[in-house]
């Protein structure tokens, strides 16, 4: 797999790249790491094209996104397909509103809200851009690649919703003794080496939002500290009346069938969803829905 993604801001760029990635490995890069060199300055063009020639050179499978017409120009013809998607602007900018923090481009999420208004004005402007950045140089950019590409207009046809599961069972089948405890777990996880994870950092990089179940969200809150950052956790309870104090802002409490939270979640943009908690596990596979 050798594909590059491009569109405005907020098209959807990133959650596409991770759900191809869940489906067949290989690295990513975002042309934010490249394109500049400290703070809001670019680097020069030509510094930055050699910078992802020699990521490509590095990688056998890849998938390039961004918004740079000028970078992705010269290594076009290194791409076994191009995807551009072009949304319009008003689901870009519903896509920006909702986004989570992103750690890798902001040291707070408060440093991103500060900047939310500046980057709805320049996604707003898409359409009559002149820019690099802009529908017009998208266009040509697209209308010049001889392989094989598409442009994506609907958010919901992108890539249908994966839902993953990533559990540790016990031989006899079982992922906490009947009181919920997973002290087993534990005492297996403490003889790991050092450093080892099993590749849950990995996975969780493509996760775009968790789904649970009431019983394993009150077990989260027993730990020392809230482990999923700002990633949007929905919780399924029939009960819970709503979000308890003291949880974060990206949970939200939901009352609703597999089916209806994967369609909730594909309109927030949710495109690779981790299913966590006996009971949610088995409704989602019922329904068919763990791929």
């Not at 709805?120 to 529908?135: E, I, K, N, P």
């Not at 003291?246 to 369609?263: N, R």
Request: glycine share 8%; proline share 5%.
């Amino acid at each position: 797999m050798k594909v590059i993604i491009f569109g405005n801001a907020g098209a959807g760029k990133s959650t596409l790249a991770r759900a191809l990635i869940a489906r067949q490995p290989a690295a990513r890069l975002s042309l934010d790491e490249v394109a500049f060199q400290g703070g809001t300055e670019r680097r020069p063009l030509q510094e930055s094209v050699e910078a992802v020639r020699r990521w490509i050179s590095e990688q056998d499978s890849w998938i390039i996104e961004g918004c740079y017409a000028d970078i992705l120009e010269p290594v076009l013809a290194c791409a076994d397909e191009l995807i551009f998607l072009n949304p319009g602007v008003e689901a870009c900018l519903a896509h920006c509103r909702s986004r989570p923090w992103e750690p890798e481009k902001f040291s707070s999420r408060q440093e991103q809200d500060a900047n939310l208004d500046n980057l709805l004005q320049w996604v707003a402007s898409y359409d009559t851009r002149t820019d690099d950045y802009g529908l017009a140089r998208h266009r040509a950019l697209y209308e010049s690649f001889a392989g094989k590409k598409q442009e994506l207009c609907q958010p919901e046809g992108y890539a249908s919703t994966l839902c993953s599961v990533y559990i540790t069972t016990s031989l006899d089948g079982c992922i906490a003794r009947c009181d919920g405890s997973i002290d087993w777990l534990e005492r297996a996880n403490a003889a790991l080496p050092a450093g080892e994870d099993c590749g849950y950092a990995d996975f969780m990089q493509t996760v775009d939002a968790i789904v649970m179940g009431r019983a394993t969200f009150e077990k989260v809150l027993s730990f020392p500290e809230w482990p999923y950052f700002d990633l949007p956790v929905h919780v399924l309870s029939s009960t819970l009346g709503g979000r308890p104090a003291g949880v974060p802002d990206s949970v939200q409490v939901l009352c609703a069938t597999p089916h209806e939270v994967v369609e909730r979640t594909a309109e927030a943009g949710h495109r690779h969803l981790y299913i966590d908690g006996g009971h949610t596990i088995q409704g989602f596979l019922k329904a068919g829905l763990i791929t």
